[in-house]
T-cell receptor
């Protein structure tokens, strides 16, 4: 069976510091991978998705970037965090575009 | 831009009551998914509906896909405190290149 790991679970970072959130998937090959951000009690905002190694699509202009160095690894990064980057970040995977998505446990990021 | 509207945005009811939440659009979808998310966790897939008029049941939860595949409803019978959470719908357009479209969610609180 497939599992998805995401870490860290919580993170408090000062404004201007770098960020690296990591997500890995086990038990499947060539998954579609996604990074979402979620405001408290609200829906999901798609930030990036990837259909293969080195292939990244950005949905919204922002202070963040994503990379996929390995088939089942997806990384969300920032060189300098802003206060507005605070939120709940979710990684997800799917078998194909438009199919069901399976989410990691999320990272709560607070930028101070 | 396609829009998937969920209603109500917020619902607070007593244990034992019935409720229905809705997910509506003017677009036709090839499939629609419902997820439940508990605070501090990632969304979890509940069901996928793919055929117009389809009804699926998951214990006390009944999901229906509209005949025209533009809308869906989730009905909960005899709600329990364990049903509390954020309910999200997500839909897929026909074709292989479209990402899921997400609703903003219905926040449901069941009071004991």
């Amino acid at each position: 069976s497939q599992t998805i790991h995401q870490w860290p679970a919580t993170l408090v970072q000062p404004v201007g510091s770098p960020l690296s959130l990591e997500c890995t998937v086990e038990g499947t090959s060539n998954p579609n991978l996604y990074w979402y951000r979620q405001a408290a009690g609200r829906g999901l905002q798609l930030l990036f998705y990837s259909v293969g190694i080195g292939q990244i699509s950005s949905e919204v202009p922002q202070n963040l970037s994503a990379s996929r160095p390995q088939d089942r690894q997806f990384i969300l990064s920032s060189k300098k965090l802003l206060l507005s980057d605070s939120g709940f970040y979710l990684c997800a995977w799917s078998f194909r575009v438009g199919s069901e998505q399976y989410f990691g446990p999320g990272t709560r990021l607070t930028v101070t | 831009t396609q829009l998937l509207e969920q209603s109500p945005q917020f619902l607070s009811i007593q244990e034992g009551e019935n409720l229905t939440v809705y997910c509506n659009s003017s677009s036709v979808f090839s499939s629609l998914q419902w997820y439940r998310q508990e605070p501090g966790e990632g969304p979890v897939l509940l069901v996928t509906v793919v055929t117009g008029g389809e009804v699926k049941k998951l214990k006390r939860l009944t999901f229906q896909f509209g005949d025209a595949r533009k809308d869906s409803s989730l009905h909960i019978t005899a709600a329990q405190p364990g049903d509390t959470g954020l309910y999200l719908c997500a839909a897929a357009l026909d074709g292989s290149n479209y990402q899921l479209i997400w609703g903003a969610g219905t926040k449901l609180i069941i009071k004991p």
